[in-house]
T-cell receptor, first 115, second 110 residues
Framework: AQSVTQLDSQVPVFEEAPVELRCNYSSSVSVYLFWYVQYPNQGLQLLLKYLSGSTLVKSINGFEAEFNKSQTSFHLRKPSVHISDTAEYFCAVSESGGSNYKLTFGKGTLLTVNP | SQTIHQWPATLVQPVGSPLSLECTVEGTSNPNLYWYRQAAGRGLQLLFYSIGIDQISSEVPQNLSASRPQDRQFILSSKKLLLSDSGFYLC?????????FGPGTRLTVL
């Protein structure tokens, strides 16, 4: 079984500041890792994912995350945030060798970008 | 391209009433389908998943059930709602290692 820990439930930052949302996971098998973003009263949108290969993955809107196997982490970063980045961010993990690809989610981090 | 729909968007139901939430996917065939519940402060909890018609697995014992009457349709049901069933219900589809979520149904049980 897997578990995901998002270390910060809330992260307030000012516009144009850098941000890091932390995610650690626990698993006895190889995993796939995901970040999803949720705007108020909406479903989850896939932000980026790590499946294999390069440990640094990037999204189209400036976010990036790095898979660190030794530290079992998949932290999300953005060098300069915008007001529109205000949302809740969820880290998730699934077993890479499975057939059902069930996701286990962290409890989420609410990112609030202030002017 | 693929799209996923959930119906209704919001629902207010009394305790003890039945429930039926619908999820449909367009633009793909034989997807994996999932139901999640998001309760305040508790993250997302996987309720059911299906890797094919007549193949539904339950993750959490509860008074909910799921059915898949068609390849791209997933139904979440209850015979008698409890207060604790309130939450935001999300359906997702997946092909391979990635899941894509619908817009969700906000259920309030009074």
């Amino acid at each position: 079984a897997q578990s995901v820990t998002q270390l910060d439930s809330q992260v307030p930052v000012f516009e144009e500041a850098p941000v890091e949302l932390r995610c650690n996971y626990s698993s006895s098998v190889s995993v796939y890792l995901f970040w999803y973003v949720q705007y108020p009263n909406q479903g989850l949108q896939l932000l980026l994912k790590y499946l294999s290969g390069s440990t640094l993955v990037k999204s189209i809107n400036g976010f990036e995350a790095e898979f660190n196997k030794s530290q079992t982490s998949f932290h999300l970063r953005k060098p300069s945030v915008h007001i529109s980045d205000t949302a809740e961010y969820f880290c998730a993990v699934s077993e890479s060798g499975g057939s059902n690809y069930k996701l286990t989610f962290g409890k989420g981090t609410l990112l609030t970008v202030n002017p | 391209s693929q799209t996923i729909h959930q119906w209704p968007a919001t629902l207010v139901q009394p305790v003890g009433s039945p429930l039926s939430l619908e999820c449909t996917v367009e633009g793909t065939s034989n997807p994996n389908l999932y139901w999640y519940r998001q309760a305040a402060g508790r993250g997302l909890q996987l309720l059911f998943y299906s890797i094919g018609i007549d193949q539904i697995s339950s993750e959490v014992p509860q008074n909910l059930s799921a059915s898949r009457p068609q390849d791209r349709q997933f139904i979440l049901s209850s015979k008698k709602l409890l207060l604790s069933d309130s939450g935001f219900y999300l359906c997702a589809w997946g092909r391979g290692n990635t899941q894509y979520f619908g817009p969700g149904t906000r259920l309030t049980v009074l």
